[in-house]
């Protein structure tokens, strides 16, 4: 079976880090509180050189922060957008771009996973969240072209964290009052360790 996906398809063999990440430069990621983050984004209408660029950026930073998935709020562009480098619960890994993106659960994947989640917006913390097993999300490449991706475990997991931000949602909002202060606990005592470690991989091109 393939061990890598990227836009949702096999192939035999992928770098270790996506070729957008080596034409892109490093953006600052947004945190929780800033306004970006907690309303609907725009959909994206226009394909062309700027959203590719903006792809580039988002894999880039997306390593450098050492995440899973990364949507265009998080780097303050008010954007239908999210880029993901992702392994599964098969370790099998998934690598791409999703432009529009709508979530769609499949009659086969209601069953739930309580497991830890984070977010690079919310730097340090660590909570269960309830996510579906399995995901599919329909939308469109940076050329404009329709686009599935399908999902399950860890990458379903990753799927509907990123498809949440672009409709103005982080996941401490699926948590309840308790569980909140928690992670907002966590981020305080936790947050500029991570930050430090950014700025590290940063300046490091090895790094990524």
């Known amino acids: 079976m393939p061990r890598v996906f990227v836009q949702g398809s096999p192939v035999d063999r992928f770098p270790r880090y ?7 430069m490093v953006r600052r990621i947004t945190e929780v509180g800033e306004e970006v983050l ?30 899973a998935g990364l949507a265009a709020n998080q ?27 709508v979530l769609r659960t499949r009659s086969s994947g209601r069953r739930l996973l309580d497991e ?27 050329d404009g072209a329709a686009l599935a991706v399908e999902g399950s475990g860890y990458f379903a997991r990753c799927l509907a964290h990123e ?8 996941y401490l909002d699926r948590l309840s009052k308790r569980e909140k202060k928690d992670a907002l606990g966590q981020m305080a005592a936790r947050r500029d360790e991570v930050l430090a470690r950014r700025a590290v ?4 091109p090895a790094g990524t």
């Open 38 to 67: 907690h309303r609907p984004c725009r959909d994206v209408t226009e394909f062309g050189p700027d959203l590719a660029a903006l792809i580039d950026d988002m894999f880039r930073t997306l390593y450098v922060a050492e995440g």
């Open 163 to 170: 498809t949440d931000h672009t409709e103005g949602r982080l």
């Open 18 to 24: 996506a070729p957008e990440a080596g034409r892109g």
């Open 201 to 204: 991989r940063a300046g490091n």
């Open 116 to 142: 830890g989640e984070g977010c690079l917006s919310v730097p340090g913390a660590v909570m269960a969240v309830a996510r579906p097993d399995r995901a599919v999300v329909c939308g469109q490449d940076k």
């Open 75 to 101: 780097v303050g562009v008010d954007l239908r957008l999210f880029v993901y480098d992702c392994l599964d619960d098969e370790g099998i890994r998934h690598v791409g771009h999703l432009v529009n993106p």
